[in-house]
């Protein structure tokens, strides 16, 4: 059972940035691996239904992001079991809980039933 944990978020103006980390754990601890998955990030703002912020492939060649978070969000992973979403130049309407989700196979995608797997969220509010 593939466990995900998202970190990070928090309270910052706008301008602001901050960076979440989601890891991933479960599975035998001999075997694991996040290399194996492609993950999405998604927010849930203040009255609006859960919506796709990014997504990144199994092997880290190729994000997607939405029109809004361009240049202003990059999603990466690392050599372990943890994916960044690092997040520049916030905005107000960037407030929300964003969840990491993660799908077994290459490719990511921006519709959240694609998912199999999701984190608790971590709240991020950008407040002057």
């Known amino acids: 059972h593939l466990e995900l944990v998202e970190s990070g978020g928090g309270l910052v103006q706008p301008g602001g940035s901050l960076r979440l980390s989601c890891t991933g754990s479960?599975?035998?601890?001999?075997?694991?691996?996040?290399?194996?998955?492609?993950i999405g990030w998604f927010r849930q703002s203040p009255g609006k239904e859960r919506g796709p912020v990014a997504c990144v492939n199994s092997d880290g060649g190729g994000q997607d992001y939405i029109n809004s978070v361009k240049g202003r969000f990059t999603v990466s992973r690392d050599a372990k079991n943890t994916i960044y979403l690092q997040m520049n130049n916030l905005k107000p309407e960037d407030t929300g809980v964003y969840y990491c989700?993660?799908?077994?196979?290459?490719?990511?995608?921006?519709?959240?039933?694609?998912?199999?797997?999701w984190g608790q969220g971590t709240q991020v509010t950008v407040s002057s």
């Open positions: 989700a993660a799908r077994r196979g290459y490719a990511c995608y921006f519709v959240h039933l694609k998912y199999n797997y």
């Open positions: 479960g599975f035998s601890l001999d075997d694991f691996s996040l290399d194996d998955f492609a």
